[in-house]
């Protein structure tokens, strides 16, 4: 949520805008932002409800800036714009990106009344803009279809035996990657699994990350019990994390996105950048990513079987997914597009 905030920011300042951060001082977030330098105020941790104060000093440190939109991505600082908002009235524009599903109705007068103070809402994916419809009692003129934009300059895969011999990867394998931190919601245990029941012996798995920190149980210790268990150990490839992701894409076949749902995979739109297919769990934003199977294969979320039923089928149909129409997909999504499309809608006048 935070790195989409801020390559959304130096987005918009890279094309000419004035752009300001305002968060509280050490956290990721700020210093961040001052590291790329751009310009940041310190602002305190704000309760959920009843930021009046705070949302009266934000007021005045607006008007003194001539600020004229402000955007959040985390709905806890809903209250503080729409206390905002009915300080300033049109002065200000109040933009939310959302980030996460729904997951239950917000038709109730407390919501109502919050959302009523966003001049525009928008979303990643067009079935995050129907949930929003159905579930809210906001103005659907204020909603809008924004995807999550992606940088696609430097999107060019190496070849694949260099990148393979790069990360010591065996050669003639069909090789599934999965990368993310090691955490039981990420979906290594449910890739295990799936490995070991798949038909196909010849898979094999490359897990890139390391363990979440400060965690109870030892989620790679408890992974490495499964391979020995599975006896997948010849099969099953753990390699730690890298900044630079282009020598990991490349040198796998497919990307699993195993996690229960994915509000909006950022890591399917990069794999479909490089030309690589995903087999994703059929829920939250992975359908839509995937043109409902078209670039990629769903299987039942959380479902081992299922996935290792996609992973069978990916081995022997990969060649029919071309990698040329996985990058024309992505094309929709990029960042250049992204912002012209937000210029274009913040130019018009707030929805009443």
Same mark, same amino acid.
């Given at each position: 949520?935070?790195?989409?905030?801020?390559?959304?920011?130096?987005? !918009?300042?890279?094309?000419?805008?004035?752009?300001?951060?305002?968060?509280?001082?050490?956290?990721?977030?700020?210093? @961040?932002?001052?590291?790329?330098?751009?310009?940041?105020?310190?602002?305190?941790? @704000?309760?959920?409800?009843?930021?009046?104060?705070?949302?009266?000093?934000? =007021?005045?440190?607006?008007?003194? @800036?001539?600020?004229?939109?402000?955007?959040?991505?985390?709905?806890?600082?809903?209250?503080?714009?729409?206390?905002?908002?009915?300080?300033?009235?049109?002065?200000?524009?109040?933009?939310?990106? !959302?980030?996460?599903?729904?997951?239950?109705?917000?038709?109730?007068?407390?919501?109502?009344?919050?959302?009523?103070?966003?001049?525009?809402?928008?979303?990643?994916?067009?079935?995050?803009?129907?949930?929003?419809?159905?579930?809210?009692?906001?103005?659907?003129?204020?909603?809008?279809?924004?995807?999550?934009?992606? +940088?696609?300059?430097?999107?060019?895969?190496?070849?694949?035996?260099?990148?393979?011999?790069?990360?010591?990867?065996?050669? +003639?394998?069909?090789?599934?990657?999965?990368?993310?931190?090691?955490?039981?919601?990420?979906?290594?245990?449910?890739?295990?699994?799936?490995?070991?029941?798949?038909?196909?012996?010849?898979?094999?798995?490359?897990?890139?990350?390391?363990?979440?920190?400060?965690? @109870?149980?030892?989620?790679?210790?408890? !992974?490495?019990?499964?391979?020995?268990?599975?006896?997948?150990?010849?099969?099953?490839?753990?390699?730690?994390?890298?900044?630079?992701? +282009?020598?990991?894409?490349?040198?796998?076949?497919?990307?699993?996105?195993?996690?229960?749902?994915?509000?909006?995979?950022?890591?399917?739109?990069?794999?479909?950048?490089?030309?690589?297919?995903?087999?994703?769990?059929?829920?939250?934003?992975?359908?839509?990513?995937?043109?409902?199977?078209?670039?990629?294969?769903?299987?039942?979320?959380?479902?081992?079987? +299922?996935?290792?039923?996609?992973?069978?089928? !990916?081995?022997?149909?990969?060649?029919?997914?071309?990698?040329?129409?996985?990058?024309?997909?992505?094309?929709?999504?990029?960042?250049?597009?992204?912002?012209?499309?937000?210029?274009?809608?913040? =130019?018009?006048?707030?929805?009443?």
């Amino acid at each position: 949520m935070e790195l989409n905030h801020l390559r959304n920011a130096l987005w !918009m300042k890279e094309r000419g805008h004035e752009v300001r951060v305002f968060a509280p001082e050490g956290t990721p977030f700020f210093l @961040q932002a001052t590291q790329v330098n751009l310009p940041c105020t310190s602002i305190k941790y @704000q309760p959920k409800y009843f930021a009046w104060k705070a949302a009266f000093q934000l =007021a005045r440190l607006f008007k003194q @800036q001539a600020i004229s939109h402000v955007f959040i991505r985390d709905n806890r600082d809903m209250s503080l714009i729409a206390t905002l908002k009915s300080r300033m009235g049109n002065a200000i524009s109040t933009c939310y990106f !959302m980030e996460m599903q729904l997951g239950v109705s917000k038709r109730g007068l407390l919501h109502t009344l919050r959302f009523s103070y966003l001049d525009y809402w928008f979303c990643p994916l067009k079935g995050l803009a129907q949930q929003v419809r159905s579930m809210t009692r906001i103005n659907p003129k204020k909603i809008h279809h924004l995807p999550s934009g992606i +940088d696609l300059k430097g999107f060019n895969a190496l070849n694949k035996t260099t990148a393979r011999k790069q990360l010591s990867l065996p050669q +003639d394998a069909i090789l599934f990657g999965l990368p993310g931190r090691f955490d039981p919601q990420k979906g290594q245990l449910l890739a295990l699994e799936a490995l070991n029941l798949a038909q196909n012996k010849n898979l094999h798995l490359v897990f890139l990350g390391e363990p979440t920190k400060n965690e @109870q149980e030892n989620i790679l210790e408890y !992974m490495e019990r499964k391979i020995e268990q599975y006896e997948v150990k010849d099969r099953v490839f753990i390699r730690p994390f890298m900044k630079e992701m +282009d020598v990991f894409f490349s040198s796998i076949d497919a990307l699993l996105m195993a996690t229960k749902a994915e509000t909006f995979g950022m890591v399917t739109l990069e794999a479909l950048a490089f030309g690589v297919p995903v087999i994703g769990s059929n829920a939250g934003g992975t359908p839509e990513l995937l043109g409902q199977g078209k670039f990629g294969i769903l299987f039942e979320t959380l479902n081992p079987l +299922d996935l290792a039923r996609a992973m069978d089928e !990916m081995a022997s149909n990969s060649p029919q997914i071309d990698a040329e129409a996985l990058r024309n997909h992505v094309a929709a999504f990029d960042h250049q597009k992204v912002c012209h499309t937000l210029e274009t809608l913040l =130019a018009t006048s707030n929805a009443q």
